[in-house]
């Protein structure tokens, strides 16, 4: 087995903004970019210039992402979602904050005491994030 990499259907409302969503995420991230951006061409099946398969880093992570503009019976789900350990306050709550504008929070930044700051949301593209503040983020009195 080579790799096994998470890959993003933007399909329904949200076909069409693949590459937009990609520019978001390598924005909010470090050690984060895009590898390959292959879009579709006016003689495809699909829109031309909406994204055919792209490749691309969340903080060293390869995840792949394409654009469906058919119909399908199914869209993203919060059952699947990115889990991300955040190493500071200041990060978990920027990082929450741009995810959350325009998207909808499932369970608002809080100490839930399984993690003393914790965060579920899904973001204005429908992709579903837990964000963790990991134990070396915790400062201890």
């Given at each position: 087995?080579?790799?096994?990499?998470?890959?993003?259907?933007?399909?329904?409302?949200?076909?069409?903004?693949?590459?937009?969503a990609i520019k978001f995420?390598?924005?909010?991230?470090?050690?984060?970019?895009?590898?390959?951006?292959?879009?579709?061409?006016?003689?495809?099946?699909?829109?031309?210039?909406?994204?055919?398969?792209?490749?691309?880093?969340?903080?060293?992570?390869?995840?792949?992402?394409?654009?469906?503009?058919?119909?399908?019976?199914?869209?993203?789900?919060?059952?699947?979602?990115?889990?991300?350990?955040?190493?500071?306050?200041?990060?978990?709550?920027?990082?929450?904050?741009?995810?959350?504008?325009?998207?909808?929070?499932?369970?608002?930044?809080?100490?839930?005491?399984?993690?003393?700051?914790?965060?579920?949301?899904?973001?204005?593209?429908?992709?579903?994030?837990?964000?963790?503040?990991?134990?070396?983020?915790?400062?201890?009195?």
């Amino acid at each position: 087995m080579k790799s096994i990499k998470t890959s993003l259907m933007f399909v329904g409302e949200q076909a069409g903004k693949a590459e937009e969503a990609i520019k978001f995420y390598t924005s909010l991230f470090p050690r984060s970019k895009v590898i390959d951006l292959q879009r579709y061409k006016a003689s495809e099946q699909e829109p031309e210039g909406s994204t055919k398969m792209a490749r691309f880093t969340i903080n060293g992570t390869e995840f792949i992402a394409l654009d469906s503009h058919l119909e399908h019976q199914f869209t993203f789900t919060p059952s699947m979602s990115l889990y991300v350990e955040c190493e500071s306050m200041s990060e978990i709550e920027r990082v929450f904050r741009a995810l959350a504008e325009g998207g909808s929070e499932l369970m608002p930044l809080d100490d839930y005491g399984f993690s003393q700051r914790f965060g579920w949301l899904n973001d204005r593209y429908g992709v579903s994030w837990q964000l963790n503040l990991s134990n070396s983020g915790v400062q201890v009195a």
